[in-house]
């Protein structure tokens, strides 16, 4: 009943602020073009801090009502707060991406601090793992890093990123229930709910973006939450698409690939950069296919949820 609770405390504060944020970020000039829009419009960005102030009442309305596990619900909230801070700085000053990859690893201090999660970790088709002392060290610091990193590059188009964060966490919400971890199920339905009544500002054609504020702290919470709850195989193959993409667009940068973030439209149709520029999941996709963006977007949230399912047909077994 609490998790059903936190999940509408989140998704009506994000609902009632998010309006305020669009209103006052284009009177501030914090806005971003709509590259993929035949008039290019300028929508706010930054959104994100709508997505955060949603999850933090989510998340601080629960801790009113529960005694167990303050520390670690605690700690994911401290580490998204950081990264989301990070967020911040890079939408309005811009950081290096090689400098944004590794700054997530400061964010995780809080989980290495009280040392979430256990040392043995269960690997699909493997089994339990014990990886001791590293797990602390460096599991943590390389998971919050991987996946906010990952959250943050399968982006681009109105309600991906959003959208296929909503799935994700709601996804990890039902498991959190369904084993009865309740610090889990509590931490992903204040996300859920957060990116839920986002995406009704942000899905096609966008009033909002998220901004690296706000998959930056998506990302966060997802990794604190499997990290808590000991759910990292699981969540591992629910955020595929997302991993598969960022490895995708790490290898290219290392062969040296030129970097173009955006596809043309032409007759409302994506059309993908040449094939020796930066590759990336949805380019693949789009070269594939002919797809209009709202039929991309759909196709990540659809590969995002068939992942999901997959994962819990593992879960059962």
């Given amino acids: 009943m609490l998790e059903f609770i936190v999940f509408l405390v989140a998704l009506f504060v994000t ?34 801090l709508a997505i955060l102030f949603g999850f933090s009442a989510g998340v601080l ?7 167990s596990d303050l520390v670690g619900i605690s700690a994911v909230l401290i580490s998204v707060l950081l990264l ?3 967020g911040v700085c890079d939408d309005l000053f811009g950081i290096r991406q090689k400098t944004k990859i590794i700054l997530p690893v400061f964010a995780a201090i809080p989980l290495m601090v009280i040392q979430a999660g256990v040392h043995t970790m269960t690997i699909p088709f493997i089994g339990i ?35 296929s964060g909503f799935i994700a966490c709601a996804l990890i919400a039902i498991i959190g229930i369904i084993t009865g971890n309740s610090t889990v199920a509590i931490l992903m339905f204040s996300m859920s709910g957060a990116c839920l009544a986002f995406l009704k500002y942000n899905k096609y054609p966008s009033r909002i973006f998220p901004g690296d504020v ?39 940068i290392l062969r040296g690939k030129t970097i173009q973030k955006f596809s043309e439209v032409k007759n409302g149709i994506l059309v993908p950069p040449k094939k020796d520029n930066l590759n990336t999941l949805y380019f693949l996709l789009e070269r594939r296919f002919r797809l209009t963006e709202k039929k991309l977007v759909y196709m990540i949230w659809l590969l995002t949820l068939i992942f999901g399912l997959i994962a819990f047909a593992i879960l059962n077994l």
């Avoid at 944020?21 to 008039?39: E, Q, S, V, Y």
């Avoid at 629960?62 to 005694?67: A, L, N, Y």
């Avoid at 808590?228 to 667009?249: K, R, S, V, Y």
Wanted: aromatic share 10%; charged share 10%.
């Fill in 15 to 48: 609902y009632i602020v998010t309006p305020i944020f669009i209103k006052k970020l284009t009177r501030a000039g914090i806005t971003g073009t709509d590259i993929h829009k035949p008039n290019k419009p300028k929508i706010p960005e930054m959104g994100g």
């Fill in 214 to 252: 706000g998959t930056f702290s998506i990302g966060a919470a997802f990794a604190g939450a499997v990290i808590i709850g000991n759910m990292e195989g699981i969540a591992a193959i629910i955020i595929l698409p997302h991993i598969i993409n960022g490895f995708i667009t790490i290898m290219e």
């Fill in 129 to 163: 793992v014990n990886f001791g002392i590293i797990y602390p060290l460096f599991l943590i610091p390389l998971g919050i890093t991987v996946v906010s990193n990952s959250f943050n590059m399968l982006a681009g188009y109105n309600g991906m990123e959003v959208g």
């Fill in 84 to 86: 989301g801070l990070i």
């Fill in 61 to 67: 309305f629960s801790i009113v009502f529960i005694s």
